[in-house]
Each structure stands twice: as structure tokens, then as C-alpha cells.
């Protein structure tokens, strides 16, 4: 495992939706990663884990953040000054791609689009993504995805309706119904109760696929 | 944090390189059987006498070496997912081999066969060496059953370890009833 505690300077920081942010960070030199890969922020008392969204060959460090409420680390994030340090480690996980003669097929819940959107940046075309999320405001990313995917399928589970070109259900609804019988390569990424369910419904439907999960807590 | 998914509740489970397989699958229980032995380090542990730092941190060392085998064994010959998984060296072996050196240097000569057990660490050291074993079958029966030229090199390193590991649990278990000054219990037939 990466133990080297690396140094960044916070660059920037954007909104990317009402609860979603996005932090640049300044990239030490010798700091490498796999789109996929997650860096580890130091605190204090406590770190936190946090997919990378851009490319390996990117100037800075790109994080995508979803505010929690009343969360302690999330909080500082959303508060921090530009120019301060933040401290971690990394890069960690194995949520990277293997490249195969399979269809991949990449599903997110929130903010588990964000390995996808490293993948996507670093090059990575043709896969069929389904980001699941309770309203379209909560789609990220969704310009380089709809550019980068072979389809892309943003999946409403809210009660709102779904605008033309959306799924109004759950990612797994649109397995069930949309995503034709083959043998695939799953990335999962998002939150436990999406994963597991996914899981259940690639050993049932489609069999002899392979599945690769990230759980985002 | 939840550190459960629910996705193996209807008896399949996930290798590290991605298939769905039956829990009872071979390669499932291989790893289940190192990971049982690096259970029973953690007794082991549990049982050395206050302040045995050094076999503390030698044990804490194999037990990170045992993640890092079951990993490896999590993934099938085939496949080509190890990209982010770094390579088990023969420099590992030659550590278990250093450290079982090292201690035998400081024990009496074998004169008979010895029964496990004497000092609670040492029987726990003996229980650790037969759950090694039988992790190092299972190892050889995965490898039967694959593809010789497909085997990755770090599963030969592996099997060298785990039969390393044996033999420096054997020798740890007879240091552990030798510094404790416990009789080590003989076969008498």
C-alpha cells in the first residue's frame, strides 16, 4: 500500500451541483495514478477517500466532493481557503480498467461517476454508462460522458420526470428492461445498496459477465 | 460506515478479477484458508508473553504478506488484472528463511518427535503451522487444476512462502516453549 504522504495546495474549487463540489489541487511531480485510483486526504483526527476525475497526465488533482450534511471532512473541504495544503496519500484501489474483449458497461450512483469521468478523460471511449440519480440536477459530468460513452443513460429514480433522453427509473430498472442479454464487464461504483442489487441482477441475467465494484459510502 | 453489500447473500461471490463464482469454489476456499490462518497469527499473537516485540512484529509482518497471497489468489491464472497488485518476490521467502535461521540458532537440537503444544503460544503456533499446510494443499490443488503456462509467477513465490511459513511456524512454536522455559512435549510411542 501507498504510505508517502504527498502535499497539494488547493487550486480551486467549483460547484458542481447543490450538494456536489469539485476541488483542484496541485499535483506533486513524482505523483502518479490509474484512472480509478483514489487518493487518501489527511486530516488530523480522520481521512477520507476520494475517487480522482481527471486524467493522469493533468497539471493538478481533480476530487469530486459530495457535501454531507453536517459532515466534519466535507464541511472543511466546502470551507478551505485557496492556496491551503491538504496532506495525503495514495494512489489506492484496484477500481481500474482491464481491458478485455468484453463490452464494458461503467453504473454510478451520484458521485460514483467520478473514476468513470477520470476513465473517459484519460481516453477510455465506447463503454455504455448509466449514472443513476434521484434528479437531473444530480448528474456530473454528464457533457464529457455523452462525448466519450457509446451510450449514456442517465437514470431518474425521483419523481420529477425525466426529460427526453433519460431513463425515469433505477439503473437496475433499466437492466432489467433496456440492456440487451450479453456477457459484459461491469464497473460498479456507488453506493452499497446499488451494488448489491446490480450484483444480483448481472448473476441472474447476465451470467459469465465479469463485475469490478468501488462502494462510495 | 456499512461494511456490507449483501451481494453474496444468495452464495456467489466476486474474485478480484471480476468473475462471479460459487462460494464453495476452489479457488474461494483457498483464500478462505489463508485467510483462516492469518486468523489464527492474530491468537498467536494474542498468546506471546508481554513484550515479545520482535516475534510481534515478525508476525505482523507475515500477516501482511498473507493479504497481500490472498489477493494473488483471488485472481485467476488468466486473467489479466493485476495491474495494480504488485508482484509476490522471492525476497519474502528469503525473509521467512533469515528469521527461521535466526531462531535456530538459539534451540537445543531435535532429538525426537515432538508433540504440538507446552506454552500457550507455542500451541498456537502448531495450530497456525497445520492451517498453513492445509492452505498450501489447497494452493497446489488450484494449481492442478489451471493452466501450467498460464500460472502467474507470484503464485510459484506464493507456494514457496506458504512452505516457508510452515517450517518458520514450527520452528517459532519450539522458540516459543524454549524461551518461555516450557518442556517441550515429546512423542513417546
Redesign the interface.
Known amino acids: 500500500m501507498n504510505q508517502q504522504i504527498y502535499s497539494g495546495k488547493l487550486l480551486q474549487r467549483s460547484h458542481l451541483s447543490a450538494d456536489t463540489i469539485e476541488l483542484a489541487i496541485s499535483r506533486p511531480r513524482q505523483f502518479t495514478f ?1 484512472p480509478g ?1 483514489r487518493i487518501r486526504l489527511l486530516d488530523r483526527f480522520q481521512e477520507r477517500d476520494y475517487s480522482l476525475v481527471n486524467a493522469p497526465a493533468d497539471r493538478s488533482l481533480r476530487l469530486c466532493i459530495r457535501l454531507v450534511p453536517k459532515g466534519r471532512f466535507s464541511t472543511k473541504l466546502r470551507a478551505a481557503a485557496i492556496g491551503s495544503c491538504f496532506e495525503f496519500t495514495g494512489p489506492h ?2 477500481f ?1 480498467l ?3 474483449g468484453r463490452p464494458a458497461v461503467f453504473v454510478a450512483t451520484g458521485t460514483g461517476a467520478a473514476p468513470f469521468a477520470s476513465m473517459a478523460r484519460a481516453g477510455e471511449r465506447g463503454f455504455t454508462m448509466l449514472h443513476g440519480v434521484r434528479s437531473a440536477e444530480g448528474l456530473l459530468y454528464s457533457d464529457l460522458f455523452r462525448t466519450a460513452a457509446g451510450a449514456y443513460v442517465a437514470c431518474i429514480s425521483g419523481k420529477t420526470s425525466p426529460a427526453a433522453r433519460m431513463f425515469g427509473g433505477r439503473v437496475t430498472a433499466y437492466m432489467e428492461q433496456k440492456l440487451a442479454p450479453g456477457v459484459y ?1 461491469f464497473y460498479l461504483c456507488g453506493r ?2 446499488m ?2 442489487d446490480v ?2 441482477l ?2 441472474e441475467r447476465f ?1 459469465n ?5 468501488e ?1 462510495f ?1 | ?2 461494511i ?4 453474496g ?2 452464495g ?1 461471490t ?1 474474485l ?5 463464482v460459487a462460494k464453495c469454489n476452489l479457488q474461494v476456499e483457498t483464500y478462505g484458508d489463508v485467510d483462516e490462518l492469518n486468523s489464527t497469527l492474530g491468537s498467536l499473537s494474542a498468546a506471546l508473553p508481554e513484550g515479545w516485540t520482535d516475534i510481534d512484529g515478525q508476525l505482523r509482518l507475515v500477516q501482511a504478506d498473507l493479504f497481500h497471497i490472498g489477493a494473488w489468489l483471488a485472481i485467476t491464472p488468466a ?3 493485476n ?3 504488485e508482484e509476490f518476490t522471492a525476497e519474502r521467502v528469503l525473509f521467512l528463511e533469515k528469521t527461521i535461521d535466526a531462531m535456530e540458532e538459539q534451540l537445543p537440537a531435535l532429538s525426537a518427535f515432538i508433540l504440538p503444544g507446552g506454552h500457550a503460544s507455542a500451541a498456537a503456533a502448531h495450530v497456525s503451522r497445520a492451517v498453513c499446510r492445509r492452505a498450501e494443499r489447497r494452493v497446489v490443488a488450484l494449481m492442478e487444476q489451471s493452466d501450467a503456462k498460464k500460472l502467474p509467477a507470484s503464485w510459484q513465490q506464493l507456494l514457496r512462502y506458504l512452505n516457508r511459513l510452515s517450517d518458520y511456524l514450527f520452528v517459532l512454536a519450539r522458540f516459543c516453549n524454549h524461551r518461555t522455559g516450557v518442556e517441550e512435549p515429546l512423542w513417546k510411542p
Do not use: C, N
Open positions: 490509474q485510483q484501489g484496484h481500474v482491464r481491458p478485455s464487464d452499497s445498496d451494488v448489491r450484483i444480483w448481472i448473476d451470467p459477465s465479469r463485475v469490478y465494484t462502494i459510502f | 460506515m456499512k456490507y453489500t449483501g451481494g447473500d444468495r456467489k466476486g478480484f478479477s471480476g468473475e462471479r486473467a489479466r488484472t495491474a495494480t497488485l
